[in-house]
């Protein structure tokens, strides 16, 4: 069952996001991406979630009466989260190794190092990082405010640095490992906390600074392709895009528009509901098709199409059905 007290401007920063994603695990050209501006909008995919998935958590911990990190990492709350992504990612992991035929660890490798192998089947492995150093995040931002943010944002600068020495030093192309590490989406997660407890403080003319910033710094580093020392690996979804897309995602929450249609309340809470479904759904299917299927769709804009539906219907037929089963194992309880 779908609660109806949901926030239904947050179903559409995420139904947009999975949008986002699908779209950007589809082979378009270099040259179209940046036609396009894909860095503006399509690759502020997984910056979206980062955001709300602090935001979602901080709401959580609030409704809950949690302000300290032994309620945080109880056993209820972390098995359920772990509950929530382990399974389904364990089929998909399942599902690749079965049809690779490249054998178990060379298949789990590859779908973690190479993006065009399982696009996005990096994801579940940082969110798992996620749940452990979220209530740190948290409850830090709670008790110091900006002096936390300006803590977490040295600590993601060092992190980077350090990583940068690391590849540097000895010589080696580690880049393939960087995407699995929570610490580049830090900065996402502080905001989108500091967003929930502190939002009165965050002032429009404040946002407005920030986003011409983002702008300015997507146009150089992402567009016209300008090194850097830092930040030059997956540029699109670094620390500096915060300034750009955090703006966005608090002008949409803070929005008093309203959806009339009921119905598209609905769609919009169902989709909502199942993006990680959406999610894992997507990376099994552009596996499939860019490693098994040996007729490709040669259209870009069929095979675009053709893929945002079967993806988005079908992850929401497994979002139902483990819904229905869980519910099932609740009655059955009682």
């Known amino acids: 069952m779908l609660k109806n007290n949901r926030n239904i401007k947050i179903d559409i920063l995420k139904s947009i996001a999975i949008f986002f994603v699908i779209v950007s695990h589809i082979r378009f050209s270099s040259d179209i991406k940046v036609f396009m501006l894909f860095p503006f909008w399509i ?9 709300l998935t602090a935001v979602n958590y901080t709401n959580s911990c609030l409704r809950k009466n ?13 098995s359920k989260q772990l509950l929530r ?39 579940p492995i940082v969110f798992l990082q996620i749940i452990f150093i979220l209530p740190i995040i948290y409850i830090l931002i709670m008790k110091y405010r900006e002096k936390a943010l300006l803590l977490l944002s040295a600590v993601q600068l060092f992190t980077e ?20 590490l929570c610490f580049r989406y830090i900065i996402f997660l502080a905001v989108g906390c500091y967003y929930v407890l502190y939002r009165e403080k965050i002032k429009n003319k404040h946002l407005l600074l920030s986003s011409l ?14 090194k850097t020392l830092l930040f030059n690996t997956w540029t ?6 915060v300034l750009y897309i955090a703006p966005i995602v608090f002008l949409i929450l803070e929005s008093n528009f309203e959806i009339k249609s009921n119905c598209l309340k609905k769609i919009l809470t169902i989709i909502g ?42 992850g929401i037929l497994i979002f139902g059905a483990e819904n229905k089963i869980r519910q099932n194992k609740k009655t059955k309880k009682r």
């Open 43 to 51: 690759d502020m995919a997984v910056p979206i979630f980062m955001i």
């Open 66 to 78: 949690i302000y300290n990190l032994k309620d945080c990492y109880s056993f209820k709350s972390v």
């Open 85 to 123: 992504i382990l399974p389904l990612y364990i089929i998909l992991v399942l599902f690749e190794v079965l049809m690779s035929n490249q054998g178990i660890l060379h298949t789990i490798k590859l779908m973690l190092t190479n993006s065009s192998f399982s696009p996005g089947a990096y994801y």
């Open 161 to 180: 640095t350090v990583w940068r020495l690391w590849e540097y030093f000895s010589y080696t192309d580690i880049n393939a490992y960087y995407r699995l």
């Open 213 to 226: 910033l983002g702008i300015i710094y997507i146009i150089l580093f992402c567009m016209i392709d300008v």
């Open 236 to 241: 699109t979804t670094s620390m500096p895009t």
């Open 273 to 314: 509901s199942s993006t990680y479904h959406i999610f894992i759904l997507q990376s099994a299917w552009f596996f499939f098709f860019y490693n098994c299927e040996k007729k490709q769709i040669k259209s870009v804009v069929i095979f675009s199409f053709i893929s945002i539906i079967t993806c988005v219907v079908l």
